[in-house]
């Protein structure tokens, strides 16, 4: 059983710049959700994907997007690159889309924004 | 407004020792409760959980205990060895819903 993988590992980018992360989802699991994590602080939830459809979303802005595959992968896509957008993103997937059940985490992608 | 705290940012402890780290949330619509543990450049693992129909709940060395009343969970882990260093997170969520919400984290050192 392979875990949540997430592609690339790092990545610097420039203002205004657009952005796409990867991310497998654990075998079996069809719920993706994405977070970000800033430096000294916890994850936040972004927004979470069932069956190819956003089943929730954060307090992030509209330029924060993303989608899910026939396959249960799925991209976060950040367009117009702000600094403070520096961040890891963590992708977790899960059984299913309803709490409670737990969500497994993948390495994350370090995104510098210059 | 922060709805999980780990008020602790960072915590020693003796090999052999007990850790206990502790989280506030105040929303008392939150009925699940984990903790995540994460070394540098990996992504958050998963430790334990709590349903809030129990107040604790033991797996191996670490045990989560929950008081709804105080709003108020902790992790014991027991005996603390060195490879527990790490960052914890507690986070909590509300069945039915979609998102986990994490607190600050606590920075674990277990001393040899």
């Known amino acids: 059983e392979t875990g949540v993988t997430q592609s690339p590992t790092h990545l610097i980018k420039t203002r205004g710049q657009q952005v796409t992360l990867r991310c497998s989802s654990q075998?079996?699991?069809?719920?993706v959700s994405w977070y970000q994590q800033a430096l000294g602080q916890g994850p936040q939830f972004i927004f979470q994907?069932?069956?190819?459809?956003?089943?929730g979303r954060g307090n992030f802005p509209p330029r924060f997007s993303g989608l899910q595959f026939p396959n249960y992968s799925s991209e976060l896509n950040v367009n117009a690159l702000e600094l403070d957008d520096s961040a890891l993103y963590l992708c977790?997937?899960?059984?299913?889309?309803?709490?409670?059940?737990?969500?497994?985490f993948g390495p994350g992608t370090r995104l510098t924004v210059l | 407004d922060q709805q999980v705290k780990q008020n602790s940012p960072s915590l020693s402890v003796q090999e052999g020792r007990i850790s206990i780290l502790n989280c506030d949330y105040t929303?008392?619509?939150?009925?699940?409760f984990l903790w995540y543990k994460k070394y540098p450049a990996e992504g958050p693992t998963f430790l334990i959980s709590?349903?809030?129909?129990?107040d604790k709940n033991e797996d191996g060395r670490f045990t989560v205990f929950l008081n709804k009343s105080a709003k108020h969970l902790s992790l014991h882990i027991v005996p603390s060895q060195p490879g527990d260093s790490a960052v914890y997170f507690c986070?909590?969520?509300?069945?039915?819903?979609?998102?986990?919400?994490f607190g600050t984290g606590t920075r674990l050192k277990v001393l040899a």
């Open positions: 994907y069932y069956r190819e459809e956003e089943n």
């Open positions: 986070a909590a969520a509300i069945s039915g819903t979609y998102k986990y919400i």
């Open positions: 977790a997937s899960s059984g299913s889309r309803r709490g409670p059940d737990t969500q497994y």
């Open positions: 929303n008392s619509m939150f009925d699940y």
């Open positions: 075998s079996g699991h069809n719920t």
């Open positions: 709590i349903s809030s129909i129990k």
